[in-house]
């Protein structure tokens, strides 16, 4: 690998060449201006497309050849499914069964259950992955074993690369929980159901040959059509995409732990305390279970003050759903369906929205819908004393998770990461992060159960927190305790060799993360 | 004696806590091996810690095998030395540093509102619990412990005594019933223990010989301070024996009544309501304020009930109860927002505490609202009634206070 290493504006060593591809090192927040037009896929013509509008040809392999798929393509996916998704596999399944090598995989997210495509990593189907990795695939990349460099982007980062012609897509499969066969499709009904197809939004747009995946099948017309068959090259009906159980959650259950139900009671008082949560106010939580709980106890402030929300993003959940329903927000704005709730009441309710990370996220568009949220809710790995936050690697180095749309969130007006100062005997908050995900000067507050810190860039936090009873102490002071505690720890030994890069927002690198010394 | 011991815990649910086997050798120096989830971060200084530990014992050859998930270093210390004496005859105590955040006393007629419970071998639910703010933090020897888990628990508690900041909870520690609890004072007394839970107490004869066992123990360490009781009533001849009981000793600073082992005493069934133990409450109750010392109800064991816990605590106080234990954090709220002082109790404190002034100034020796005298025990707990009034920021239209 030739690779010219050089200092980013966050001060991070990062490569200069990605994959044989330049790649532009992070430039500061706002400081990156991109040149040039969007890309765009080949002009179609009706005449190589069926009159009848029927697109379906009998197997997912069939599909591949008759797209014309080659070595080194890139293929993408989505993970709507998320851990119950079959669809990945079934690709690469039938990738390997026509010898096709050297693919770069494109997914929007990828999962445990995607542990099945490490033999093609093995046996050289695929090439690398450019999206991000939880558990076994992470700790395959981690360990150095992949061939090429993995990048990891947000969810809006993975569209404005799309959009900017970064990655290019030669065959996007899209997975539909119901389809026609002209390549309607939506992911409101079915057994697979999951909500919406947003993350697959820019896969239909621009590459250059689509694919619907569905074990719903349904005659002309797919209503509504979250992504527009007119995109589409073929359709093709499997008996199933993925465990029902592990797409949606039949039941969203709130954290019973008392620690982090403390947590998210303190930041809800902070919201509360510094005038945050007022009326015709936005907020936007994770689904994870402190941040569900944040929601449960912003609902109780609302329900006493007579306050309603103009509208919360999610990840929607039973939860949510409730807080729509019982009219104490005008709308959900919904990127991800976590449980039944949430796709019920978006199939049925007009004042529950879907979103796409164009909409959301995307950088380079003309303005998202992240800096317009009051207040966001987020979590972390790693949080060091200048407020920089880690998302995708541990303290020991590994690369565990994806950046989501966690990057994309920090543009929000205040960004709330509450988090046990003490983990496990893995203290949170440290001198430096192992990976930089997220610049210290977006983030504004840190809720630990020992005490909150607040960004002195926030001046205005700290005034209004003043007189709130709330234990506000410095980021250094609550890295101390939790030093004092658990004892100073060691960094990981990490090799030279970089295995990933991390993209920033607008497709430059904020940080690159090494191979671990196993 | 045994050659291989293993002490501690492991398994996909256990948090903060390892698992050690140890087995002594007759050759071969020190071998450690060890498995962590943060083996990165902390696997060096966890071998030093054990190397050191078992040199400490005099231990030469060995094999350590440590599962870890994530034990802080005074549970690490707990589990060698409960494997080291389980194989090896020794008097030496392995004992983290005292914090000085540790040392704080308590007094006699501090509320007990809550009190939460800590299974005496669960190391997880002990680093957290005084950031819920309990009034007190029972560690406990006896029946959260499994039998053949007692003799480990001994060292976890007394490191976890000198180590986990509870944030100025009183210290409690539940012993065992008869000789076990006696050895127990042993291990736990001479690291400010506050007060000392006496479990399933039927006569003041147990109280007195153990308060005296304790004095001595306390004496060899040279603590100077004193030593707090709270007996637990859990049967029927404990209610026959409750005024002889919560009279025994002088530092009997409050009685509690176990409902579970009650009423299964009984042979009746536990139920919201109480009714079946209405008596026992009641009596104890009485007997407690007999002899000047603070009833404590028993634990509400459905932690997912808030209302009716809510419920409970209001009944609770209405009949003389003082405080309830607690067996969950989120318990902690609810149950001192019930037990707290109501406005009309607060504004009775705010008058006496008002007399107890004027008083004062004139240079008076006698408190009086008109022509009624006040007791200076009445002045006391008033005084401290608005002291948590206002802590608990429930003064509200009070001009004045006791601590401007």
Redesign the interface.
Known sequence: MNNNMVKNAAGREVVTEINGQPAIPFKGVGKYKPDGRKYAPRISSCNDYPDNGDKKVKSIMEALVRAGIKDGMTISTHHHFRNGDLLANMVFDAVNELGIKDIRWFPSASFPCHEHLIQYLDNGTIHHIEGSMNGPLGKYVSEGKMRGMAVLRSHGGRYQAVQDGEVEIDIAVIGAPKADPFGNANGLEGDSACGLLGFALADSQYADKVIIVTDNMVPFPCIPWQIQGNYVDFTVEVDKLGIPERIVSGTTRITKS??R??LAEMTARFCDATGIIQDGFSFQSGAGGTSLAVGEFFKDIMKQKGIRARFVRGGSNKYLVSMLEEDLVDYILDGQTFDLEGVRSMRENPRHVWTSPFTSYNYHGKGNFAPLVDVAILGATEVDVNFNANVVTH???YLLHGIGGWQNCLFSKTVIIPLPL?????PVIIDEVTTLCGPGELIDVIVT??GIAVNPLRKDLLEKVKNSGLPVRSITELKEEAEK???K?????LDDEIIAAIKWVDGTIIDIVRKVKI | MKKVAITGNTGPRI??DCELKLEIKSSGGIKINLES?????????ITRLMKEGLDFFDVKHAVLDIND?????FVHMARLEAAVKALVKTDKELLPEFSEHNKYPSERERFRFSRLYLPGNTPSMM??AG??SPDGIILDLEDSVAPVKKQEARFLVRNALRQVNFYGAERMVRINQGEKGYDDLYYVLPHNVHLILVPKCESGKYLQELAKHAEDIMDENNIKQELFFMPIIESAMGVEKAYEIASAVKNVVAVAIGLEDYTADLGVQRTNEGEESLYARLRLVNAAKAAGVQPIDSVFSDVSDMEALKATARMSKSIGFEGMGCI???QIQVIKASFAPDPDEIRKASEIVQAFREAEEKGQGVVSIGSKMIDPPVVARARRTMTLAEKLNLIQDEPESENK
């Open positions: 008392p620690d139900l403390m303290s020991d180095g003490v983990r496990d005997r893995v159960e020992r505690i658990c004892g720890p060691e960094k990981a030994q | 948090r903060s989830k943060v083996r990165v971060m902390y696997g060096n200084s998930s994530g034990a802080l270093p680093l957290n950031l819920h969950h954090p989120r």
